[in-house]
């Protein structure tokens, strides 16, 4: 049995990692820590559980974590796992940490985006950005896996396949991305609560959310030219789930056939499913999967392709899991949903 | 491996059993059927299930599901499963009904409150009431299960320990039910649109809903006297849940010790929660759990006891695979839920 | 015109005040105020009333408020009013309370279920408890309105024709209320986060809800027989509502044509709807009606009637605007609404 | 008095228009007509409205119609209302038409977005497209208004002012809309059940909403160019409200003062209010007011401008009483709400 601890158990990602793991046949929870709970019971924060989680949560205290598992997760706010991390932790664990701190490769951007310093810079290169249907064969070496965020994996996943192979123009890709409100977090703001979200729905961090450069850095990567894209990330009155409508202009010449054969890279992916009919956040609720449709305009030129996730899942915690069951070799799906109940 | 045909796949309930049915270990599902979508994939009609469940839904007909299958689980309009079930179906295959026409012991009551004539009711007296906290050992031996309601599931469960012992009067008794609007099923009607639900709670069936009798039933049986009381239930806008307000007198000199020794009988149930808190139903989504709780009100000398289960899983499909883990010797958790994510 | 002051203008039942009195023929703003926004516009803070409401908020300050208003509102944390209100403030302004301090004539009962001292008791006499459709002749001349709450504007309206006529027994009274979520407010805690409330049902203040005495005090007055009820509330996923379903034991021999008779007296009720099907929240949504129906069961022998209003109109700032209207001796609608969109 | 019928004012916009109308200080219900209800009260079907709007349904006859009414308002299925008109129609009474029939200049891009041979070509010049912001002059003197789309209606108001004054690459536009669920009708499908809509948001149309065409007829009459655009529209869990992201390419040198002076043409218009947050759909719902708020990213060279009104009332309801006030002279702003209450 792997042996883990989750830093931060009590956040919804946290939670959900914890309810994850709780089903995960090869998983022990060792070390379940709250910051804020320390002392108390699981399941007395999230009664959900309650007969499944009742062990008592334990202070986020990384070093003991490392001496008591084998796989620390960490779901943080930001700025906080680059400073607790360390090479001597590394030795002993490894971290999957559900945070930015270990996305950005260059610590520069990583800066500029989050307005505060990294505090690990070091540790940058021995990270491996953690979206394993891209980077699948280099997490597998990998102490130090950064936990994509939820809108990119979404964003990133949908349009990886038509920037690697040079079907749209790099230059005016649009992301129009819409979210649930677990995304927002469990933190008592006035912007979340119930009557300030339900029956509306709103963009914010139009222009500079901090989730575009990590977008922008993976799917540069993948054609090989600096992609800069727009980025709107928007509250949608539902408890879960992310879609990411994404338009970009189609190179002269390609065709429905090519794209086809683009997203056919995806065709035994276990977590990926290209359907016909524009995807339902529902229709991926509490699974691991993301679903992916398209359609080509050809009034306009454009190619909208659409990718739909449960956030806390593939966009948080199913993804951590899917990462430590491909870092420890287990099979991938294991502990992982692939069907959706609904409704839900 | 057991062989299952469902009859009703599509429905809210049928589709849930599916999906549960589909993560159970010990069976496998050999007939689905639906009356509307015969020759569909189920997953064409719940996307949700694409990749796990894309079997094609088979005609509704119960002699060919009885041929393949060693469990049937009906899920159907009312007055029809009493119409298709028979002996010769019995003597090949377990019935699992999730409709109404076998719960009622007295057809009398069932054709007055429904308002139909009933089409077996020779079977009735082979029939057991599927509530397994309470009739575990009945269901061992039986064949043809009626599964119970889902407001009659909480209501029944919540009261039971206080009528059992006999520590309420029977007189007086109040149900106070609030129902997901998944209850109202899949059906295309002005009522169960979303802007005629959203943002709106209403009580119906006011004096006279359905479940009324079956309750009666269990909890009379349960006390030795006649219990007349009422039930009113309430559509909430939310997917899934069924909260239960049940207000009773208490009996003059009870105590708590009394009380809290009566609930002790849930004590060693696998889905029964004692709770100290007010039960949420967000706790029991997509469990097979109830989480009951209760108050003494010395002012008023009433005690209140609330119950909260998932009305598709604890109160339809989910107590159904309960029952069939059962009748066919299985571990009773097996396939079955014990904790809820949050949110969810 | 009546110059009007709010204290307490950006809570959710001051901003709907200040809403509906912007659209006052009779009533200018002359003093908003706000402890935690002085100074910013009302329209900074909601940002729905721009180009209507963007006068600068003050400072919550009852004796300036005084020199500057006929009409002082208060929508202020519980205790805080008794300990703001004076003769002299009252020689000057007339002051509508929409919070508890003043509801309760009998300061103990006030101390008991608020636990904490009240600061003015001697105000106690000189205030009218403010449901016109019962004392609209003692608030005629008073100078202390005592806005109901919601859950009693509710509870005490839907049941006040049957304990005025003697129709029911005055023991065993059940209420079984359910309010949209704005009941809750617009501090920043956890349980009114949008996932914790949303996709959720759940009581609250089981047996010592502090609107329980409220209840209690205007139907033993009604009568003349001390009333000790339950009172269980409940939170639904929705932003507005109330829906009171209020159980009771009719007296022996009473008619249907007796019950009839006894709701006539709200006839000529401007707000009070009497309806056939059981009220729905979304039919009084932004009026300040009440809808309420009732059912005889003769298998039981209890009545249960039902009402239904909006709880930030009819259970806040209507009825503190509709008290405003007799107490100044305009017509009693003015300002408000009769008529409610639905969808909405 | 100005005496107005309304054709379908049973479905939501319909019955959205009747409530605008009962509060219109200048005008008269004479002929409020429903296919499905016909004979039936008005508040039957609509008990929000029951002591307000209590008169009897009557066919929808339009000849009769016009016999008793100065303004016939429209809100039939696409293709019933160019079979309606005619001109002696026209002769007696004002025809402002809901939907889609008089909107497109151009017959034979009706037929091809719509599917369906226009019934009444020669009376698409005498219509004018009734959004009072920009056709203003026009529609004082026309007999036949064609009230715009509540898609159309946010993009085209949000995107003008930069088309009008050359400001955005006409090429390359990109709107993705979100809309609340009262968009999709009062129509019994399965697609707008309460369980199929709750807690998901989805594309659809996506390439071919018939919204398009209109958007890029009144987007290219403004700049002079043929504009073809992309338009996705999405279903979100609520019941009111749009908000539309417009993203184009800033011509080169344009400034955010360029900017700023061209939103400046809406500076006296009484329902449009410029914000500088990105607008939320609550702070307009249940006014005729669109919030539009635009931010210029200098990393993409693009500007995103983003609108949001209430579909049912700027988008349909409202826009035609609005229309109304005009083509009658009236104050423009009579019976319509200029301030959103919230929560609401």
């Known amino acids: 049995m792997i042996k883990a601890a989750i830093l931060g158990a009590t956040g919804y990602a946290g939670a959900e990692l914890m309810r994850i793991l709780s089903c995960h046949s090869g998983v022990e929870i060792s070390y379940p820590a709250s910051h804020s709970y320390a002392g108390s019971k699981f399941s007395d924060i999230y009664p959900g559980m309650k007969g499944v989680l009742d062990m008592v949560l334990r202070e986020d205290d990384i070093e003991k974590a490392a001496e008591e598992a084998d796989v620390i997760f960490l779901s943080l706010p930001a700025g906080l796992a680059s400073s607790l991390v360390t090479e001597k932790i590394l030795s002993s664990s490894v971290v999957i940490d559900l945070g930015a701190d270990f996305r950005l490769h260059d610590r520069a951007v990583y800066e500029k985006w989050y307005h505060t310093e990294h505090h690990g810079p070091k540790l940058l290169e021995k990270a491996v950005y953690g979206l394993p249907e891209i980077h699948r064969n280099e997490i ?205």
């Open 140 to 344: 597998k070496g990998k102490r130090l896996i950064a936990n994509p965020g939820c809108y990119t994996t979404c964003s990133i996943m949908t349009l990886y396949p038509l920037v690697k192979n040079g079907l749209i123009e790099t230059k005016g890709i649009v992301i129009d991305a819409k979210s649930g409100t677990s995304g927002s977090g469990r933190g008592e703001k006035l912007g979340s609560l119930y009557c300030e979200v339900n029956e509306s729905i709103k963009a914010y961090g139009v222009t500079n959310h901090r989730h575009t450069p990590e977008i922008e850095q993976e799917l540069s990567e993948a054609s090989g030219k600096d992609i800069v894209l727009q980025f709107t990330p928007h509250l949608v009155p539902m408890n879960r789930g992310i879609l990411a409508d994404c338009y970009a202009r189609l190179v002269d010449g390609v065709s429905e056939e090519d794209v086809r054969k683009a997203y056919s890279i995806y065709e035994h992916e276990p977590f990926v499913r290209l359907v016909d009919n524009p995807p339902e956040t529902r229709y991926v609720k509490g699974t691991n999967c993301i679903d992916i449709s398209w359609r080509i305009d050809k009034r306009t030129g454009n190619i909208i392709a659409l990718g739909a996730i449960d956030n806390l899942v593939k966009g948080a915690a199913g993804q951590a899991v899917q990462n430590m069951n491909i870092a420890f070799g287990l099979d991938e799906t294991e502990g992982l949903s692939l069907g959706a109940g609904s409704p839900f």
